[in-house]
């Protein structure tokens, strides 16, 4: 037999790669010897593409086809080997089968906060993350630059460095954007974007590309977020007043070292000095007594009539009452009506409505 032949049927004759796996990047074939039959039939699929790595040279990059391994189309690896046409001897060379589909939900984030200024807040502690996609987008670079001669390349060994190089863009582009913090969510779309394009120069370099890089979350510290949320829910109630009140008592009522942040201690300290001047006034003075407390209301129900500048007004309720006395409007000799009642009667001789009124002290004694 002859030596040709002999050869030609030790050989495999196809080379090709079908991947199961989800975060393969690079396969290489493996043959004893990296010995291929010239001749031999090369199938690259889509989503894939073919490197021929000889004697650690790239000599040729095959996209998606069926090819037979021949002078005509490997050019480079025919120079390489000073063939003549027309030999068909096995020829020694690596063949790597390298995936060029987009590899999806990668994450990235930051791991120590990123410090900005915001206009409203100062300077704020924020972190971010997200996730991405890669895909290759220029084999030859990607195996002479990233892969080497690793025989089984995933993308695990490689997103570790494009989250460095994402992460070192969105520290620049959150603390150069100027945008608020409190705006930021209604923003992510324009600086993952900006951050795509920034870090597009990089990872070329790399032969790959980030088609989509989405930001998830920017968020805040945990105690000015807690702020934030306080600040919110008296915003609901409508009375900053009470609001500045409730936060002092909460930041003079905490025991040394929960106050949380800087911030929040920082409020707290100043709602604290001022609600201190309100309740004593000047340094040194004695804290004024506090008021006495208002009457207690009647129980409420009963619909009441007064009699008012020669007319009738009602209904009202005993809270509605309680408010014109206040207010220096219903007298104890105002005349009161309701149902069950035989007539109008002066409204501190209502049992119901006595309440109302500061008891009178009694007459003095006679020689007082």
């Not at 990872?203 to 989509?212: N, W």
């Amino acid at each position: 037999m002859p030596i040709f032949d002999f050869l030609g049927g030790e050989f495999i004759d196809v080379i090709h790669w079908v991947d199961d796996t989800r975060d393969t990047m690079v396969w290489r074939f493996e043959r004893h010897g990296h010995a291929i039959k010239y001749g031999a039939k090369l199938t690259v699929r889509e989503g894939q593409s073919a490197v021929f790595i000889h004697e650690g040279q790239l000599a040729d990059v095959f996209g998606p086809g069926l090819y037979m391994l021949e002078t005509n189309n490997l050019p480079v690896l025919t120079t390489l080997q000073h063939w003549d046409h027309g030999f068909r001897s096995p020829f020694k060379s690596e063949v790597y089968f390298v995936a060029t589909t987009r590899f999806n939900d990668l994450k990235w984030g930051t791991k120590n906060p990123i410090i900005c200024r915001d206009a409203e807040f100062g300077p704020v502690r924020l972190r971010a993350f997200g996730t991405y996609s890669m895909r290759v987008t220029d084999p030859g670079r990607f195996m002479t630059e990233i892969v080497g001669t690793d025989g089984e390349f995933t993308s695990d060994e490689i997103s570790f460095q494009i989250r460095n190089v994402i992460v070192q863009e969105m520290t620049r582009v959150l603390a150069g954007s100027g945008i608020p913090v409190l705006d930021m969510a209604a923003n992510t779309a324009d600086l993952g974007r900006m951050v795509a394009e920034a870090i597009a120069p990089t990872v070329a370099a790399y032969g790959l590309a980030i088609p989509e890089l989405y930001i998830e979350n920017i968020s805040l510290p945990e105690e000015v977020e807690k702020a934030l949320d306080k600040r919110t829910s008296m915003g609901i109630v409508g009375d900053l007043h009470r609001y500045t009140q409730f936060s002092a008592a909460e930041a003079l009522a905490a025991p040394e070292g929960a106050a949380g942040s800087g911030l929040a201690a920082g409020m707290g300290a100043a709602m604290g000095l001022g609600m201190a001047q309100r309740m004593q006034g000047p340094w040194g003075a004695a804290p004024a007594a506090a008021p006495p407390p208002p009457p207690p209301l009647p129980p409420a129900g009963v619909a009441w009539h007064v009699a008012a500048n020669g007319a009738p007004e009602g209904p009202l309720t005993e809270a509605d009452l309680a408010r014109r006395v206040a207010a220096g409007q219903l007298r104890r000799d105002t005349l009161v009506w309701s149902a069950g009642m035989a007539g109008w009667t002066p409204a501190s001789e209502v049992p119901a409505l006595a309440a109302l009124f500061a008891p009178l002290p009694p007459p003095l004694p006679p020689g007082a």
